[in-house]
């Protein structure tokens, strides 16, 4: 949430508590008859169903939704990306809780699947498994070796026309320098120097987890919703598969110089974020300066 305060001036996807308490029915009845439209509906089916039967429930239930509006359409307009920081310093807490992002590609960005291999290459990482030693991440395993962080977490949160490619982590207040640095390392080396085997490795883990969130009714019902209304259609996995198999290390290369390369991040803290480097300082380290 602290980072779409930032980056997008206040255009995030919760909303402050202010305005959460303040919800009153009016603004739900408001909000059900401007956004709840026959075009941004979809009804799917997943499992042993009858289209026939399906057809027939979602006439008799959603016949009366039009795309009739009582005003003005609503209009979106394009969100912008600012590379900034927001902190929040409390001492108080035992851990700082630190995330630092780019802006990312838009669902139906040609660039969205390269993205979420390389978030994948990031992959996560916690005190909890087993030796860092035996992680194939190089974040990974330098967080565990180096004692770096509690934890950390990739992400490749989509929207339509933006996003946001980052990673949160959890660490002891005086290794929040060193985890910052071993971070940019590895964007920069993304841009740079990944290898064939590394991406080849990364494909693979995405492809069997984009499968094994297909596996229940719900989850397939859900993903034909999603992608419906971002993509117009339902993309099958043999397609999607083929797609993140088509991935060189090259496209990695080039896509998170695009997006990573010289960038100003977006950088939220929150704890005992003392030791947390200037923005001036973590945005130098978006790039190298090498011969």
């Not at 291999?117 to 330098?142: E, I, M, P, Y």
Request: net charge negative; proline share 4%; glycine share 6%.
């Amino acid at each position: 949430m602290l980072l779409h305060i930032r980056v997008h001036h206040g255009q995030h996807n919760l909303g402050p508590t202010a305005n959460i308490r303040s919800i009153n029915s009016s603004d739900l009845r408001s909000y059900l008859d401007n956004h709840y439209k026959a075009s941004r509906i979809v009804v799917a089916g997943a499992g042993g169903v009858n289209h026939e039967d399906l057809v027939k429930l979602a006439e008799s239930n959603l016949s009366q939704v039009n795309n009739n509006y009582p005003g003005e359409i609503p209009k979106l307009s394009p969100c912008r990306y600012t590379g900034s920081e927001i902190r929040v310093r409390d001492d108080s807490l035992p851990l700082a809780h630190i995330a630092i992002a780019v802006e990312g590609a838009g669902w139906t960005d040609p660039d969205t699947l390269t993205l979420m291999v390389a978030s994948t290459l990031l992959g996560a990482w916690d005190r909890s498994q087993a030796s860092a030693k035996q992680n194939a991440t190089v974040l990974a395993r330098a967080s565990g070796e180096g004692d770096l962080c509690h934890s950390y977490q990739s992400f490749n949160t989509c929207y339509k026309d933006t996003g946001l490619w980052g990673i949160y982590f959890v660490s002891d207040p005086l290794k929040i320098d060193d985890m910052i640095f071993n971070i940019q390392g590895e964007f920069m080396r993304l841009c740079t120097s990944v290898t064939e085997a590394e991406v080849e490795r990364a494909k693979a883990l995405l492809t069997a987890n984009t499968l094994l969130q297909l596996d229940t009714t719900t989850a397939v019902c859900e993903d034909i919703g999603r992608q419906l209304l971002c993509y117009g259609r339902r993309i099958p996995p043999h397609e999607l598969t083929h797609r993140i198999n088509s991935i060189t290390a090259q496209n990695v290369r080039d896509v998170c110089y695009k997006y990573l390369y010289d960038r100003c991040p977006a950088v939220a803290a929150v704890g005992p974020i003392e030791n947390l480097p200037d923005y001036v300082r973590i945005r130098s380290g978006m790039y190298w300066l090498r011969v």
